[in-house]
C-alpha cells in the first residue's frame, strides 16, 4: 500500500479499519502478562486506535503513524489537546512531527525512516511491549518482509511483541486487510531472526465476522494471538 493510499483514506474518513471498542485481548491477555517494571510500549502504524488509551493507563505509549490527521483526531477526539514539536535526528534525517500529551507521543512520519533510538531519546526507558493491531495484516505480501525486518530492530532483550492477525480465505476478499496464516508469522519472523520465538496464545473466530466497523462477506474470520520474542 502506498502512502498515497493512507493519506486517502483518511482525508475521506474511510476507516473501516477503526474499532470504537478497546481491543478485549488487552485485559484478557496483555495485562496477566505485564510485569511492574514495564514502562514503555510501541505501537507501529497506531492510526487514532483507541488501545493507546488504555495502554497509557499502565506504560508510556509511542506510537508511529504517517497520517497527521490520524494524529491530531486521535488527541482531539479525546478532548485533549496536545501539543506538537518537530524532530530531526540530523538534515538528512527524515522529519517527524511529534503529537503528545502526559505519557503519549505519536510520531507523524514513515515508521521505516523511525528508528528505536528516537523512540529512547526522553527518558531511556526500554520497549517492554510491541502492540501489533492492524498493521502487520494492513501490508500487501510485498511490504510484509520489509515491515517485519524493521520491526525487530524495536525487538530487544526485554522485549515482547504482542502480534493480533487475522485469517480467512484470501481467494473471498482482497485486502487490506490481509489474511495472515500461522505458518507465514513463522516464514517472515524466522527469516529476519533466526532467534525469534512465536508463541499462538490465542485462536478464536469471530462469529459476525466483523473486523473494525466493517462486517466481511467471508465464510469464516478467524483472530489470532502470537507473543513474539527474541530468545
Ligand atoms: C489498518 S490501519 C490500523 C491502525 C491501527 N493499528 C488500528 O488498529 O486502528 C493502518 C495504519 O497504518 C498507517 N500507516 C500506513 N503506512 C505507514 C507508514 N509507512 N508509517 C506509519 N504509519 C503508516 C495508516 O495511515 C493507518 O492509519
Not at 525487538?155 to 502480534?163: H, M, N, Q, S, Y
Not at 492477525?165 to 481467494?171: Q, V
Amino acid at each position: 500500500m502506498k502512502a498515497s493510499f493512507w493519506h486517502k483514506c483518511w482525508e475521506r474518513n474511510s476507516l473501516g479499519f477503526h474499532q470504537e471498542q478497546v481491543h478485549p485481548f488487552l485485559s484478557q491477555y496483555l495485562l496477566p502478562l505485564m510485569n511492574k517494571q514495564d514502562r514503555h510500549v510501541f505501537v507501529p502504524l497506531c492510526g487514532k486506535s483507541l488501545d493507546m488509551f488504555w495502554l497509557a493507563q499502565h506504560m508510556k505509549v509511542s506510537g508511529s503513524e504517517l497520517s497527521d490527521i490520524a494524529c491530531r483526531d486521535f488527541f482531539v477526539d479525546a478532548n485533549i489537546d496536545a501539543q506538537t514539536r518537530l524532530y530531526q535526528e540530523s538534515d538528512a534525517a527524515e522529519p517527524f512531527t511529534q503529537f503528545f500529551f502526559d505519557n503519549i507521543t505519536l510520531w507523524q512520519g514513515d515508521f521505516f525512516k523511525l528508528d528505536t533510538k528516537a523512540l529512547t531519546l526522553d527518558d531511556a526507558a526500554p520497549i517492554n511491549w510491541i502492540y501489533d493491531r492492524a498493521a502487520l495484516i494492513a501490508l500487501p505480501l510485498e511490504m510484509r518482509q520489509a515491515y517485519i525486518d524493521h520491526l525487530i530492530s524495536f525487538i530487544g532483550a526485554e522485549t515482547k511483541l504482542f502480534l493480533i492477525s487475522i485469517e480467512f480465505p484470501p481467494a473471498e476478499m482482497s485486502g487490506p486487510p490481509f489474511s495472515l496464516t500461522e505458518k507465514d508469522v513463522s516464514e517472515l519472523f524466522l527469516s529476519a531472526d533466526k532467534g525469534c520465538q512465536i508463541d499462538c496464545l490465542a485462536k478464536r473466530d469471530i462469529p459476525d465476522k466483523r473486523f473494525g466497523q466493517r462486517q466481511f462477506d467471508v465464510s469464516y474470520l478467524r483472530e489470532s494471538l502470537y507473543i513474539i520474542t527474541k530468545s
